[in-house]
């Protein structure tokens, strides 16, 4: 009897070896053959050059990114959460995404969350082995208790991950909407989501560090997801950031560069405008294009859920 178990490990781990060698992230680059031969320029240019690749393959998946966008942006609106699952680099790009939500467009953290296998010790130490378990991912996204409010998106460049793939299947059985973030085709992660974002960048330069092109392209895939739904949403006016948080003198001077853009008034003057509105951009801006007082500014931010075109339209015809 052990004999046979031994041998269905094995035959498992030969099979899933296999399968890891065919996906296009962990074939060997014939771009960077002999690369510890090179000069340092020489191992910049190659980077470069396969980098410039990366933007190309995200182009491919825009219109998956757009159905993704309109998920999450849905989701929001309605009070639901969006919540980012990966392992290892996955793992550690999408929790920089949710972290940078909050201070950019002064959104609630409790809605935008990540979970990341080995937990946020993770975050600074690998801890990868945790990524084959199939249960401690299903653990994982359980603890958030997921609802049909909510989108959970499953991160994983090979797009086989066990515990990613384990936490889509279980948050999509409760109702949640999914999404998958990989980058090989027909991936178990892609199937297992409601919608499948795959950017295909291929072979890294350094054989199967997926920290390279595929961490790119997940990073330049989040940041699409994350500011087209705020986007969205109301918290983006123009193209600038008006709800970021003034806690630091660069911040500060951040927002009196936005006023003096968008009420078209000097430095002096937006500094002002920026302190008599207790060092609120959004509430300076409605106080400036509705013509109201820093409480009617505040209230119709409040309805208007921190929207600010919404909030100036409100603010004008109260």
Partial sequence: MKRKASTGKTLTRNKTSGALRRLGTEKTNSASIDLDRKSALEIARIINREDAKVAAAVKGALRQIAQAIDLIAAALAQGGRLIYVGTGTSGRIAALDAVECPPTFDFDP??????????????????????????????????????????????????????????????????????????????????????AIVAEVGAEVLAGSTRMKAGTAQKMILNMLSTGAMTRLGYVYGNLMVNLHTKNEKLIERGVSILEKTVGINHRAARKLLATAGGHVPVALVMAKARVSRAKAAAALRESQGQVRKAITAAMSA
């Fill in 110 to 195: 409790r809605r935008v969350q990540f979970i990341i296998a080995g937990g946020p010790k993770a975050l600074a130490a690998a801890v990868e082995a945790d990524e084959d378990s199939r249960e401690l991912g299903r653990k994982a996204i359980a603890q958030k208790k997921p609802t049909q409010k909510d989108v959970v998106v499953g991160v994983a460049a090979s797009g086989r991950t066990p515990f990613t793939i384990a936490a889509i299947d279980f948050a999509r059985a409760h109702g949640a909407k999914t999404v998958a973030v990989v980058c090989n085709p027909k991936s178990p992660l892609g199937k297992a989501a409601h919608v």
